[in-house]
């Protein structure tokens, strides 16, 4: 049975400021999106990917992405809205299980059932491909929703409206949370299914999980899957592509 990676990779890129959508900024000289769909399916365990792209972009998105088995689709207004479109690729008439890919160059056959279904930031283009195979495997192990996480390093304080401390919150119980994170196609939809009718987004696939009050399972993360958000974070990208170009 198959994995799925979605990637949602349909954000405007406001907070970098570079001028274009975010994922296709290049980092190293390669567009963020296409380094994150490459390290998914350097994993070795990822069969497929759908990638949500700013509408006016999906033709850009599947020339950048060759040769790949790849379906790119419009996305929302939101990062959770964009997800709900790519899983719409998956979904088949009703069946939770059945891919249909929209996109018959991909070489994907349609009617395979994945087992596993990701969902990747374009965003983090640094994550390494074993991150991605250690949250498949805690899916098939058994998790039906898998974060990784880290350990928040600075203290963390609770502020009001006008910036007033309210309290300092016991950083030993925080985690900071990455993608990509892996779910069982049948509880991700039913989650995603369920914050659509209430209205409701998250800024991530797991927090809407929680909101049906289905369990998530966490797994250690890695500091090279930080999230591209401001010019400092990509400045930092390419630092370290350069390291290790050295
Ligand atoms: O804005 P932020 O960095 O939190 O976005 C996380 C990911 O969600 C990015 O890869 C971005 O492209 C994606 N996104 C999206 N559709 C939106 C907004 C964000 O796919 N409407």
Not at 127 to 146: E, F, I, M, N, Q
Not at 150 to 164: E, I, M, S
Not at 230 to 241: F, K, M, P, Q, S
Request: charged content about 20%; hydrophobic content about 45%.
């Amino acid at each position: 049975m198959s994995v799925v990676a979605v990637v949602p990779a349909a954000g405007s890129g406001q907070r970098l400021g570079a001028g274009e959508p975010k994922a296709f900024v290049t980092v190293g000289g390669t567009p963020m999106l296409v380094r994150a769909v490459d390290g998914l399916l350097r994993s070795g365990a990822v069969d497929h990917v759908v990638v949500a792209a700013p509408a006016e972009l999906v033709e850009s998105a599947r020339r950048l992405l060759p040769g790949r088995p790849v379906t790119v689709v419009a996305g929302g207004a939101d990062r959770t809205a964009s997800v709900l479109c790519a899983l719409g690729a998956l979904h088949d008439g009703g069946d939770p299980n059945g891919v249909h890919t929209g996109d018959e160059r991909s070489g994907t056959r349609r009617g395979d059932a994945p087992e596993v279904v990701l969902v990747h930031d374009a965003a983090r283009p640094l994550t390494p491909p074993a991150l991605v195979a250690a949250v498949v495997a805690a899916v098939r192990a058994g998790h039906r929703a898998v974060v990784p996480v880290l350990p928040v390093a600075d203290t963390v304080k609770r502020v009001d409206a006008v910036g007033r401390v309210v309290e300092t919150v016991d950083r030993t119980v925080l985690r900071a949370v990455q993608t990509p994170q892996g779910f069982t196609p049948e509880l991700l939809l039913r989650a995603h299914r369920a914050a659509a009718a209430r209205g409701a987004a998250a800024t991530d696939d797991a927090g809407l999980v929680e909101a049906i009050g289905e369990p998530v399972h966490t797994v250690p993360g890695d500091a090279t899957a930080f999230k591209i958000t401001t010019a400092w974070d990509h400045r930092i990208a390419e630092n370290l592509l350069q390291d290790n170009d050295n």
